[in-house]
């Protein structure tokens, strides 16, 4: 399975960031990276990065979308928009989305499906608090948010997730390694379990605090199958070092 590194910008980057986006593709046209490389940056500049990447080794995503395909949805953007405009993946679920914006795992399992039917990889993410993690619950949590968030009618080839422990989230904490095998590995199950073989297909990403100088030893780790890279991402230079952290397979 090929690796997945996805950076999610969330809400940073005016045009002047663009230049990230052209040094990270002169880095991977010098040194082709052994990963799929997706960059997900603010609504604003979907269509110039898609511009950029155009016929490069990597792609562009959206961090959200609606349900609905058109309507009176007043600031709302439709997966058939973000296609529209050069994404070809949309991340959805985020801690963020559901903390602040009050999304539960039916509005997002609506926006699986909003993304099935656009024709956008969705990436699902899934992740528990710390609260819930010294209570012991972390994994009954995360695989009831998967269960729960994935829609019928979708198919083990439209979507890849993402793990991010909230608590793991721009606080410069990870999970050790164990914990995320265990996560990992509980996440294998329960795609497995609802996809049979093609469970074992799906991309686990993990997410919360990547940087640099520990991508190597997160990525090594059985049922992890790629990044979900935030503030590290927002950096050419930080981004590639992670990429470069990739382990042959």
């Known amino acids: 399975m090929r690796m997945l590194l996805a950076g999610n910008w969330k809400m940073n980057g005016l045009k002047t960031a663009l230049a990230e986006i052209r040094s990270l593709k002169r880095g991977l046209a010098d040194e082709p990276a052994r990963a799929d490389v997706l960059i997900c940056p603010p609504a604003t500049l979907i269509m110039e990065s898609a511009r950029v990447v155009e016929e490069g080794p990597m792609s562009v995503g959206g961090q959200d979308c609606h349900a609905k395909a058109s309507g009176a949805f007043t600031g709302e953007m439709s997966a058939e928009m973000l296609r529209d405009a050069g994404a070809t993946a949309v991340i959805l679920g985020h801690s963020e989305r559901r903390q602040y914006h009050g999304e539960t795992n039916l509005t997002v399992a609506g926006k699986m499906t909003a993304a099935r039917r656009a024709g956008l990889m969705a990436i699902l993410c899934v992740g528990e608090s710390e609260r819930e993690r010294e209570a012991g619950q972390a994994v009954a949590v995360v695989t009831g948010q998967l269960e729960a968030s994935i829609p019928s009618g979708v198919e083990a080839g ?9 608590w793991a989230i721009g606080t410069g904490k990870t999970p050790t390694i164990a914990e995320i095998a265990e996560m990992h590995a509980a996440i294998r199950e329960t795609l497995a379990a609802r996809f049979s073989a093609a469970g074992e297909t799906i991309r686990i990403l993990y997410g919360g605090s990547v940087k640099p100088d ?13 990044a979900l890279v935030g503030g590290a991402s927002l950096k050419a230079a930080d981004f590639l070092a992670i990429i470069r952290a990739v382990p042959r397979r």
């Open 158 to 166: 439209d979507f890849t997730i993402a793990y991010e422990p909230i």
């Open 214 to 226: 520990n991508a190597a030893e997160i990525l090594a780790v059985r049922n992890v199958d790629g």
